[in-house]
């Protein structure tokens, strides 16, 4: 659809069409950070986790979500609000104490949160990951009336893939890699340099090279499933570490030009008396 074919139109103006009663349906947006990650990412890469995550509620939430009907959305890099699914949503009760929630990877008891069934409904399900619509003022509000007008601001003919944001501006955690886009694994394969890792809990980071076959992705998945790639440093630690690029190496750069390199970064980052590299 082009921009003209949505002027003026509203995300109720959608469930109306859709033979739902707007004022049976809360929306939420969910957008909270956790470790590097969000909501977005969990539902790009684990949805049925990110369905698990949403049908755990706080307990003050109650008579907000007393509605038959959720409309979820997640928020991307880029900050757009995107559509995921409608779902029939019915109270359970409290959740059952000590339940891990997928994406804060800590307890949640049944005197503060609530679990709800979700059921997808098949109604704009055409629309899940294409479907961008203006949030207006007050992000805070996760949780809003559907019947207030919220325009649309694009259908896209196909689901978001965010742009590459650049070598040097992407930060990711390793158990996120393999679900990235397939334009940016391939960029990642092609392309050779210095990487920063660094552990969420502890804080210590540790440099290293890549130069082999498989470039970036093809050295960062040694490390997959708690993996230490050979490093003494990171032998016997189960971390999901954050990974970064120091320094992209050019084409005519050889291997020995990029230990070089290495060798340069573990020394302005200390990292071999702050770190974790052992050499």
């Known amino acids: 659809m082009v921009a003209s074919d949505w002027a003026g139109l509203g995300f109720k103006d959608l469930l109306v069409a859709a033979g739902i009663d707007p004022r049976l349906v809360k929306v939420l947006r969910h957008e909270t950070f956790s470790s590097g990650r969000t909501p977005y990412i969990l539902w790009k890469t684990q ?19 007393r ?5 979820s959305f997640v928020v991307p890099p880029n900050r757009e609000t995107l559509f995921v699914g409608l779902y029939a949503a019915s109270l359970v009760g409290p959740l059952p104490d000590r339940t891990i929630c997928p994406l804060e990877q800590t307890e949640r008891f049944g005197e503060s949160s609530d679990l709800y069934r979700l059921e997808p409904l098949v109604a704009l ?8 619509i203006d949030w207006n003022a007050g992000t805070r509000q996760w949780i809003q009336y559907a019947s207030r007008h919220r325009p649309v601001q694009e259908i896209r003919s196909k689901s978001y893939e965010p742009q590459f944001p650049g070598y040097l501006e992407l ?3 390793l158990s996120e890699l393999e679900a990235l886009p397939a334009t ?10 210095v990487y920063l890792l660094t552990c969420p809990k502890t804080g210590e980071h540790y440099v290293g090279a890549a130069y082999g ?67």
């Open 171 to 173: 930060t990711e955690n």
């Open 125 to 132: 399900s055409d629309l899940v990951g294409r479907l961008v």
């Open 67 to 71: 509605y038959p009907i959720w409309a």
């Open 184 to 193: 940016w694994r391939g960029l990642l394969s092609a392309a050779s340099g």
């Open 213 to 279: 076959s498989g470039g970036f992705l093809g050295r960062w998945r040694g490390y997959f499933g708690g993996g230490h790639g050979g490093n003494v440093g990171l032998k016997g630690r189960e971390s999901d570490y954050q990974v970064t690029i120091l320094e992209v190496a050019g084409s005519r750069d050889s291997h020995h030009d990029i230990v070089k390199m290495e060798d340069r970064w573990k020394r302005k980052l200390q990292s071999r008396s702050m770190g974790l590299n052992r050499n």
């Open 47 to 65: 949805e049925p986790e990110f369905q698990v995550y949403q049908s755990h509620q706080s307990v003050s939430r109650r008579s907000d979500l």
